[in-house]
């Protein structure tokens, strides 16, 4: 008879984890707020250095940066919606995202529609060209990702290419930066009603109404030293306007990510997430803020 030796145990292999359940393994230290302060803030000086030189050294400079961040957020969006098995196409939204900000910064606010219309077609006929089996899906995700953040984020093109373009760019940034932190200090010091507990669990009443106090008087401040027509209302008034909106978008993307089970959009900004997590706010003030400044300070000619 044979001997028969002894029977090794089958080797189970680990099924692949989720993007959230790989994170959710990660864990790293962070304050209070949920987040590694350090890094963010290191990486935060680095991003407004970068994007404020290539806004006074270059305006297409500026231009090229935002249609590189474009694409990474598309990619991001793409990452985090092929989570529940949606497959939004990517090259013709990256490149449709690109040429829409070039064509806002080069044509105004018309070639920017046209640019995003084209965009929405071009995202149909490549997708139904590769089948109609999930296609409604995946159109409707290539076509929500083109206009949020990409037709967005086209009006800080709009505003770049406008008289004192860099000025009104600067000025949108700074103020919607300040609303993230104003809300992070009032939140962390005096937070104790949530906002919205379902969503964003670590927002607080207490950090938007800081946030409103702080765009409010960092507006009132930067307003009239660099726009000649603007006074110091117009900027508390702009200030105040600018916190809630930056406060629905950063609610927008909370809302995103917790249907798609992610807790970041990506983990390629240290101490932020993903570069989405950082332009929530951004793309959506960006339209309010580029019809504000015209009224503030008119563009004519």
Known sequence: ??????????????????????????????????????????????????VVVGLFVL??????????????????????????SIHAPLVPVAIGAVSMAIAGYVRGPEALVVATTLSLVAVLVWRVADGLDGALTDVSAGAFTLLYPCFLAGFAALMVAEPEGQWRVLAFILITVFSDIGGYAFGVLLGKHPMAPKLSPKKSWEGFAGSVLTCAVVGAISIPLIFDSGQWWHGALLGMVIAPVATIGDLVESSIKRDLGVKDMSNILPGHGGLMDRLDSLVLVAPVVWAALRLISPVTG
Do not use: S, T, Y
């Not at 189970?12 to 590694?36: S, T």
């Not at 305006?59 to 529940?84: S, T």
């Open 1 to 50: 008879m044979d001997k028969i030796g002894p029977v090794e145990a089958p080797v189970v292999v680990d099924p692949p984890l989720r993007r959230a359940d790989r994170h959710a393994q990660q864990p790293k230290a962070v304050g209070r707020a949920g987040r590694d302060l350090r890094a963010a803030v290191g990486v935060g000086v680095a991003l407004a250095v970068l």
């Open 59 to 84: 305006p297409e400079i500026f231009v090229g940066i935002l249609c590189v961040a474009l694409v990474i957020a598309v990619w991001e969006l793409r990452q985090a919606l092929a989570e529940r």
